[in-house]
């Protein structure tokens, strides 16, 4: 059986690609918002938080919607294991890299950007525009 690849829309017109803007928005807002109030090491400190959060979910968003249609249901299923498992991979390398690299660090504004930005997927049912279950 073979899988196929249709003309892939461009990622600005995936149904998630409302929730990863709202996602990018909420960090940028955090990181400004504790760089004004807290000063430059927490501004960028949460920077790092969010972009943890943010850029492990935009791997995950094009690896599981490469496929299409009913017939690639293995292969979809296959992408979103293999999205996951990455997505896992991509965050606790990115934590590595940020808690090894970058000093001086505030490890509470990196936390707490980051939690907040992944609180933006639990409200993504509002974010989205179509409706997944019956009306």
Not at 17 to 40: K, N, R, S
Not at 47 to 62: D, Q, R, S, T
Not at 106 to 127: C, D, E, I, R, Y
Request: contains cysteine; hydrophobic residues 55%.
């Amino acid at each position: 059986m073979e899988t196929r690849k249709p003309d892939r829309l461009p990622f600005h017109r995936l149904a998630v690609f409302p929730v990863l803007l709202a996602q990018l928005i909420v960090l940028l807002l955090a990181a400004v918002t504790l760089w004004q109030w807290h000063g430059v090491v927490a501004g960028y400190s949460g920077l790092c938080g969010g972009l943890i959060a943010w850029l492990p979910n935009v791997y995950f968003a094009h690896k599981a919607f490469r496929y299409s249609g009913a017939r690639a249901a293995q292969a979809i299923v296959r992408s979103f294991y293999a999205g996951e498992a990455g997505k896992l991979i991509f965050t606790a390398v990115l934590f590595a890299l940020t808690f090894a690299g970058v000093k001086p660090l505030a490890p509470l504004a990196v936390f707490g950007v980051f939690m907040l930005t992944q609180l933006v997927s639990w409200f993504a049912p509002l974010l989205m525009r179509t409706r997944l279950s019956r009306p």
